[in-house]
């Protein structure tokens, strides 16, 4: 087992384990039990396992020991969720196809957009940009294959910093905005496509000039910190018909598609 993985799945002298942030090493734990538990190894090999090892574990550890890890965890975590948006909703597929995710018939969600990622590769300027730029596509690849690690490497993070935020009571309860959140941003980035594709809105007739920019708010509102971004969200939106970002019982399992 290579040096960062070994230190991502745990094993570690007693001397690392008391000089490590507190935060940090659960950050660690829970990046383990992810990488565990993903395909991520079988589909990238092990030496790009072990590097992505050691990219994540950096940037874990810049915000778990940044003078406001609490601030630091808001941006990157609304950050990596834009990224991960982006693949998300190309890698959803209608029924009959199983949908782990539980985002399906979520407003804004439809699972079709899958069948347009190579136009959508050339069409959507932040997609073109973040497949070329940042994923190393260069048009040669299986798109669908790119696109699903991305998927995957962008969830990796996610539920890392996604642990460093709970661990910091960036919560609120009894619901909590990660869920909401996470379907805002899907929402808007499937709308977006949308738009590139020039196909209809996929929310309802009567919401389909305000549910994107009033989902799109959401992404706006968690990084100006707010103590309770859904609870804001809410408020802004109360009197209005449109259905709160969120829920299906709050994607119960939180498994990736």
């Not at 490590?20 to 991520?40: G, H, M, Q, W, Y």
């Amino acid at each position: 087992m290579f040096d960062w993985l070994r230190r991502i799945l745990g094993v570690r002298s007693t001397t690392e384990v008391h000089r490590e942030n507190p935060l940090l090493r659960k950050a660690v734990k829970k990046s383990a039990i992810f990488l565990r538990d993903s395909p991520l190894r079988s589909l990238i090999g092990d030496a790009d396992c072990e590097s992505l090892a050691r990219d994540y574990y950096l940037e874990l550890n810049r915000v778990c020991n940044a003078r406001d890890p609490k601030e630091t965890c808001r941006e990157k975590f609304a950050t990596t969720m834009l990224r991960f948006a982006l693949y998300q909703v190309l890698i959803l597929e209608p029924p009959p196809s199983e949908d782990k995710s539980g985002m399906l018939g979520l407003p804004g969600i439809t699972g079709e957009l899958a069948e347009y990622a190579r136009s959508l590769s050339l069409k959507s300027i932040a997609l073109r940009s973040d497949l070329y730029d940042v994923a190393g596509y260069d048009g040669k690849q299986d798109l669908a294959s790119v696109i699903r690690v991305e998927y995957w490497k962008c969830y990796w993070l996610l539920e890392s910093l996604n642990e460093i935020r709970k661990q910091l009571s960036d919560t609120t309860s009894p619901d909590d905005w990660f869920v909401p959140f996470m379907h805002a941003v899907c929402a808007s980035q499937e709308n977006l496509y949308r738009i590139d594709l020039e196909l209809p809105s996929a929310f309802s007739e009567i919401h389909a000039n305000t549910a994107p920019i009033a989902y799109s708010i959401f992404t706006d509102i968690v990084i100006s910190g707010a103590a309770d971004p859904l609870g804001e969200w809410l408020d802004y939106h109360a009197g209005t018909s449109l259905s709160p970002p969120g829920t299906k019982a709050q994607l119960q399992s939180m498994t990736a598609a």
